[in-house]
Every structure is written in C-alpha cells, then in structure tokens.
C-alpha cells in the first residue's frame, strides 16, 4: 500500500480548491493477506453507439469462413485418404473434368463443413482459398456441371463406396482396441419428390402418402462409425427385405476386420422373423430382437397368467418365457417386460392386457440367445437409441434425408457420402477432441462424441484469412483465446496422431 498524501492549491475567490493528488513516493508496511481491490469498468468502456450501416466491398481475396477445414484436411493427410479415393474409386466410377478425387472432397466439405444441403449452395463455396485448398482445386465446378456428373452413377458404382467407407470404419474400430461390436439395424425414412426415380409409397408416419425411400444402416454403438448402408425404396418391409443386407454385413466384417470379435446385434420388431433370426443363430452371433404381440406367438395369454414380476428398476419389472412357435418349430427365450405408467394409453387398449385394480402398464418383450439377465437386457436394449440419434444428425447435419436428383443411383451415392462424412467426423473427434468414457450396461460410445453442429460453431466455421508472410502461406483466425486454445489443442493431436 502507498501512503495517500494529499496536495491541495493556493484557494481562489469563488471557486473551491482543486481536489487530491496521490504520492508514490513513500511506501507504508504491507500485508501480503490482503486481496486486490476489484476493478470495475465504467459502462461507457462497455458499451458503443453505432451510427450508421457498414459499406459492403466485394474486392479483398483470402478471407475465408471455413478456417477449420485446415485442421481437416491434416486429418484426412494422416489417414491417407486422397490415396485411398484414387485407389477405390478412380477408373471405377463416371469420369469428369475436375477429376473423380476433387470432386468427392468437395461434396464433402459442402455436407461436412459448409451444411450444405443442395447442390446449388455450392456457389456460396466459391472463392473461398480453404475450400479450393481441401479439394485441390483452383475454381470449383458449377451446381450443374455437378449434377450431371451425379446422373451418370449407376448401381454398380455404388459397392466401391462401400468398399472404402467399409475400410474406413474397420480402421477406427481396430484403433479404439474393441473386441465386442454391438450393432443396431435398422431403417429410416427419407421422404421424396412426385418423380422421383424408384421413391415408392410405403412406412412414412409423418407423410403417409409422400413417396419416399427406406435405407438401412448398420450402426457400430460402440465406436459411433456407420458399418454400411443401403438405399431402397420406400414401399419395401424393413425386416423381409434385410436378410440380404445382413449376409452383405457379415461378408464385409469377415474382410475388413477378420475373426476374433464378438457380435451382438440389437433390432426392432420388424425383424422378428424365422429367416433373420435363422442367419443370426448360423452365424454364431448374439442378438436381442423386439417381439410384437402377435395372435400366433402366444404372448398375451402368457403375460395374463404371470403372477411373480422381477424388479428391474422403480417402475419396471419383467419376467422369462420359453415360448414355442408353432410355425417355426423352434423354442426361444422371451422376456417380456412391462412398465407402469399413471395414465391409460392406447398399447394397453391394443392389447387389453391391463386391470384398472392393479395399475396401468405398457408391455414389451425380447428374443434373445444372450446369457444374461432381464435387468441387464433391458438396460442393453435401451442402448438402441444411440442409433436414432445418429440417424438424427445424419439427417440436420449431413444432408442424408436430401435428394439432390431425379436418379435412384445418384441418390443413393449422395447418401454414401454423407454417412462416409459422418464416419470421418467421428474419426476426426475419436482422435483430437473427444475425452475416452468408461462401458455401460447400454453400450454406449467410449467416446463422448459431439454434435457436427457444435463443431461448426467451435472451429470448422470460424472465421479466418490466408496471409503470405514472406512468401509461406499463414492462416490467421483471429485472437479470441477460446478460438487460439482449441485450435493450438487440435493442432497437437493431430501431430500425435500423424
């Protein structure tokens, strides 16, 4: 502390004497326990009056709204994947000025980075020295040049993106060292225009007589990565129509990540059938399948003579069957679980399985060949949702509900790109930013993954500008500290990880 010496002028007429002066010149004895004075900012440093409007120019080149596409690009560098395009794809799908390899990168960027969700919000992408810098090239194609370049694909173009997004997603499994792989299958509806080739009306809840289509994916929950996924129309059943998708599945599993790994697929109750759960039991894997209460399987007469219920949490309890289907000729352990809830809803009067005296409940069961218990299967399949909300993001951040033309092919490549990006921001996050998480009963991601849209507002949309300091190309993006730590922290990774 400094001793306040005051100094006050000689007094004039009228006027009161001029106030204080403060010495630094003596130094009182100080008490190193006492805290700092707060310092308070007046509101005129606060705040500021704006005037008038900003004059818009159009001249200066190098600005860029896509700064993180730098750190991308490092990451697609590590993995190699400019050589695994040419590898895959050149020779092998429709040819075209701008080249095959750019022109893959750039529809990329567009769905990854940039949200584009239409071909013609490419031309907001031109000029822009990251974007031309991700694709390798030094002017970007027209929304036209790009669609017809998509029109020429046909179907047998399609198994080569397989192929690579199959790679791809083999080589982020075998990093995260799994050796259980829990897979969800299931489809999703993408609904389409009037003409749209093969969009066919079928399952669409929300748009019951649009024409749509109904892919099918199948999703790795522990690693987040999409295994494989396949367009078909929208008039086509869920599960009569995925035997062959399940025999594409195992056929990929063998080729890309070999023996030794444990299988465990989780499914809804449209694939409760003799020939699904067949291939499963042939295939020596495990699965838990949803059971609808089918007149023929017998349930409901079962769930009415059930006195003992086992807890499984406070409002939920189950019980074991050992149901014999008739028509199958077969036995299969069900598990048939219900939960009590504080209102009549329309299951209990579908099934009428409810008694107004005991509570009202909503009832599920489950075939499964795992050796565990109710409570844990229950919890298992609960899992199942993580596979909802990547189709979620799929669709807001991806572009994967978008058609972009009239051709079944090309819609179909469009989706393989957005699931291959989707697989590739995982990747990405997996090895700089995600922090590593401990199993559950759910199977839920050892990554705690974050949204496309979160990673846009971070970096992947920042703001930035390529400056050339003694002819070597910088990327200045600013000096907010928030922007410098994740972009220095990102930076390191990727340096590790190279």
Known sequence: ????????????????????????????NTFHNERPLPLRLRKADLRQRVKGNLELRFVRTGLTSYAGLELVRRYWHTLGLVARLRRHLEGRVPATDFGVVPM?????????????????????????????????????????????????????????????????????????????????????????????????RGFNPHHRKVPSYYPITAYEAQSGQLLRVENRPGNVHDGKASVGFLR?????????????????????????????????????????????????????????????????????????????????????????????????????????????????????????????TGRTLWYFMCGRGAHEKAYAELKTGFAF??????????????QLLSVLAFNLMRGFQAVTTAARRA?????????????IQTLRYQYLQRAGLVLYPDGHPTLDVGAAAAVKRRFRYVEQQLTKAA
């Open 401 to 414: 509900d978008c058609v972009p033309t009239m051709r079944y092919a090309a819609n179909s490549f469009w």
């Open 248 to 372: 594409a599945l195992f056929a990929q599993l063998a080729a890309t990540l070999g023996a030794g790994y444990t299988l465990e697929f989780r499914m809804d109750g449209a694939f409760f059938r003799r020939d699904v759960l067949q291939l499963l039991q042939a295939r020596g894997v495990e699965y838990a399948v949803k059971v609808p209460f089918y007149p023929w399987v017998g349930l409901k007469q079962r769930v009415q003579a059930t006195r003992a219920w086992t807890s499984v949490d406070d409002t939920v309890s189950c019980c074991e069957q050992r149901v014999a289907v008739a028509q199958w000729g077969r036995v299969f352990r069900v598990v048939v679980y219900r939960k009590r809830v504080q209102h009549w809803t329309h299951k209990n009067f579908q099934l009428d399985l409810f008694d107004p005296s005991d509570g009202h409940y909503e009832y599920s069961a489950v075939v499964t060949n795992k050796a565990v």
């Open 1 to 28: 502390m400094w001793e306040k010496i005051y100094y006050q002028s000689e007094p004039l007429a009228g006027k009161r004497p001029s106030v204080v002066a403060y010495s630094l010149c003596q130094q009182l």
């Open 439 to 451: 199993p559950t009963r759910k199977r839920r991601s050892v990554h705690r993954f974050e949204a």
């Open 104 to 200: 893959i990168l750039l529809l990329l960027g567009l769905v990854l980075c940039g949200g584009g969700r239409r071909l013609r919000h490419v031309l907001y992408l031109a000029g822009d020295p990251l974007v031309l810098r991700l694709c390798g090239l030094r002017r970007l194609p027209t929304p036209h040049t790009i669609g017809r370049w998509l029109r020429q694909f046909r179907h047998r173009h399609l198994e080569v993106v397989r192929q690579l997004n199959a790679e791809l997603a083999a080589e982020a499994i075998r990093r995260m060292g799994l050796r259980r792989l829990t897979i969800d299958v299931d489809g999703s509806v993408v609904s389409t225009g009037q003409r749209v080739q093969w969009a066919q």
